[in-house]
């Protein structure tokens, strides 16, 4: 679309131009040659200069937006789900993403009952359960708390759902198949301080998270997890929380599904056990090969995707030099290693990672690739520090029921066709 | 003379002594500057900013209900009663049999194909998490009655009684052939009930 424009831009100026040099011919004509340059130099200069060079630029604005013509970057509806105005998935525009930090306006959302509209005065994060000291804390006191400010991504445990589940591999873009993921610097209170203050008894091992959203939604965390490296995040990105995200506050549970980070965070109950909420109970449950029901696998595994090129798109000329970039992350650590095929897996080569490589962080891979304008297959295996290494879609699915989606993370291929586009494959 | 000599001495004494006080106040300050450092950050910090939390405020949010029964309020409901509020309330979203969506399947057998909802096929296609049923795979009846109580309706949760949590969860049960027609659940009838996902249960907490 906007290239006919710019087209369009470009003929106007060539007749401006024309325009301007038959003026000084004429001009010249007229004129002995001695007398041309002084003509020349009484001339604005501003004829061979776009607009934008030529008139003053626009006031700033109290908060900032993307350029006018970076618009049509934004979140999209996920398709594959059951859209209710309350229950709503967003994906990310990935694609868009050559960087580990996801705008805030851009980063994928999933709510199960809409996003309260909650007054930080009257918000309060209560602890009780098995605890010596009952407490609850303000949002102003916890200002107060020591705060750390990692660098993590976020992940749905649906993401991908779709490619685990689709017996076609359906063509759909790399934000409508895989837009459940982004990254994201996050400020916050680490949970020990807290649990330490309120006095967590011996008998203590889980944690019942909730949030104060209209359909109170709970997750068990084993306390081990929250002990170690789990955070309150008042913070995204040096800004607030956006209420999408869990303002005034959100449990961040470093490299665990996204649906544990619970949003909108207002009480932590100490417990001995599980409650099997709704979600641990259903939707957030992996159904085995063997029928077996899989609970409480929060880990996000070892991942990557080819962002550039990726599907829907096309490649601009039939042939020559592109360079291949992705996203990968571990639920588990640091990327390790990224490579890419571009014939269907046979060979693999390796790609450069751009730091900074933090764990169960997004990590940007690219590669150079002089593409020869024949059909190809390209794909990107990630291996993370512990040894993880992404599995094939086959091998994927060998594990889980046919209809068993979350925790989707296998290699992601795309076909590119002779003529350019790029298209969702399975290998 | 002496006095003099032991007046000048007494004033020479007491001069020293106020400059050693002031040199010893000074070295005490200095000693106090000088450890003045800060702590590093460890789970040792003395933060205590927090106020105590209320066992009456526990109590009006302490709404968790537990597999063991923890929690259960009193009350009771049956099918019969759940299936009348399911009509009014949930129906429009779970179908007329829990089944049709667009909201989550509340009966029958997870996955792709059931002879008992032979559009079974489409409905998926059209709703793919229909794929997945609380009958099939929820493992304790007391999550039914948490959830439902806590977020039923979508539209206005919070706004049933313990009763109808109950009825409801009666009704659901019921769907699901778990109870029969004429069953009453209540806070101890709910903790014989036995799901089938149960059995399948696999715990993965690494």
Redesign the interface.
């Known amino acids: 679309m906007k290239r006919p424009l710019s087209a369009a831009n470009a003929s106007t100026k060539l007749s401006t131009r024309r325009g301007f040099l038959l003026k000084s011919m004429a001009v010249g004509a007229a004129l002995p040659i001695s007398a041309l340059a002084p003509t020349q130099a009484a001339h604005a200069i501003g004829e061979s200069f776009p607009d934008w060079m030529k008139t003053p630029g626009q006031a700033v604005n109290e908060y900032g937006s993307v350029a006018r013509y970076e618009k049509h970057i934004t979140r999209v509806k996920a398709q ?5 105005q ?2 709503s998935v967003w994906h990310s525009p990935i694609q868009n993403q050559p960087s580990i930090i996801t705008p805030n306006g851009l980063h994928f959302t999933v709510s199960h ?1 809409g996003v309260p509209n909650i007054d930080p005065e009257q918000h309060f994060l ?3 359960g098995l605890v010596d ?6 949002m102003n ?1 916890l200002q ?3 705060m750390v400010s990692p660098i993590h991504f976020l992940e749905c445990a649906g993401n991908s ?2 490619n685990a ?1 689709s017996l076609s591999a359906l063509d759909l873009s790399v934000q409508a198949l895989t837009g459940q993921v982004s990254g994201a610097q996050y400020t916050g209170v680490p949970l ?3 649990l ?3 006095g967590v008894k011996t008998a203590g091992k889980w944690v ?1 998270a ?1 949030g104060a959203d ?3 939604h ?1 997750r068990s965390i ?1 306390l081990s997890k929250l002990l170690d490296d789990a955070f309150i995040a008042l913070y995204q990105n040096g800004e607030r929380l956006r209420p999408e995200q869990g303002y005034p506050m959100r449990l961040l549970i470093p490299g665990w599904e996204g649906n544990a980070n619970v949003k909108w965070l ?2 932590l ?1 100490v ?1 001995d ?1 599980p ?4 979600d641990e ?3 957030y ?4 090969a063997s ?9 996000m595994d070892v991942k990557s995707v080819i962002t550039q090129p990726s599907g829907k798109m096309q490649l601009p000329a039939q042939k020559g030099f592109y360079e291949i970039s992705g996203l990968a992350w571990s639920g588990y650590g640091k990327i390790k290693q990224v490579e890419v095929s571009i014939d269907e897996g046979k060979n693999w080569s390796i790609a450069t990672l751009h730091g900074p490589v933090l764990s169960k962080s997004l990590t940007r891979f690219s590669i150079p690739w002089q593409w020869d304008g024949k059909e190809r297959v390209i794909l990107s295996r990630a291996t993370d520090e512990l040894g993880h290494v992404q599995p094939t879609r086959r091998q994927w699915r060998e594990q889980y ?3 068993s ?1 979350n925790h989707f993370n296998a290699i992601q291929a795309w076909a590119v066709n002779s003529q350019g586009t790029v298209e969702n494959y399975y290998v | 003379m002496c006095n003099a000599i032991e007046g000048e001495m007494h004033n020479f004494q007491s001069n020293l002594l106020k400059h050693l006080k002031a040199i010893s106040t000074a070295y005490v300050v200095l000693f106090i500057i000088g450890s003045v450092s800060l702590p590093a ?1 460890s ?3 003395d ?8 066992k009456s ?2 109590h009006d ?8 029964g923890k929690n259960l309020p009193v009350g009771q409901g049956s099918v019969i009663e759940g299936q009348l509020l399911y009509k009014n309330q949930c129906q429009m ?1 779970h179908g007329e049999n829990g089944i049709e ?4 399947r509340l009966a029958g057998t ?3 194909f059931s002879f008992s909802d032979p559009l079974r096929i489409l409905r998926i296609e ?9 009958g099939s ?4 009846a ?2 039914i009655f ?2 439902i109580r ?2 039923m309706p ?2 206005a ?2 706004s049933l009684s313990d009763n109808d949590s109950y009825a409801l969860t009666a009704y659901i049960l019921n769907l699901n052939d778990i109870v029969n027609d004429t069953y009453i659940l209540d806070k101890d009838t709910i903790l014989t009930i036995e799901m089938p ?1 149960q059995k ?7």
Do not use: M
Request: hydrophobic share 35%; proline share 7%.
């Open positions: 594959d789900t059951a859209q209710t309350l229950f009952n209560k602890i009780h000291k009952p407490i609850k804390i303000d006191t107060r708390y020591p759902a779709s589940v020990k301080y807290l330490k203050e309120a019942i909730e209209g359909g109170s709970a084993p207002h009480r109950e417990t056990k409650a099997y909420t709704k109970s259903g939707l449950s992996d159904i085995l029928g077996k029901i899989k609970r409480f696998s929060f880990h029921a046919s209809y989606f | 950050h789970q040792d910090l933060i205590n900013l927090a106020q105590p939390l209320l405020e526990i949010i302490d709404i968790t209900i537990f597999p063991d979203c969506g667009p909201a989550a997870d996955g792709w059209k709703y793919p998490v229909l794929l997945i049923s609380v795979l929820w493992p304790y007391t999550s948490d959830y806590r977020a979508h539209y949760p919070k996902a399948r249960s696999e715990l993965d907490v690494q």
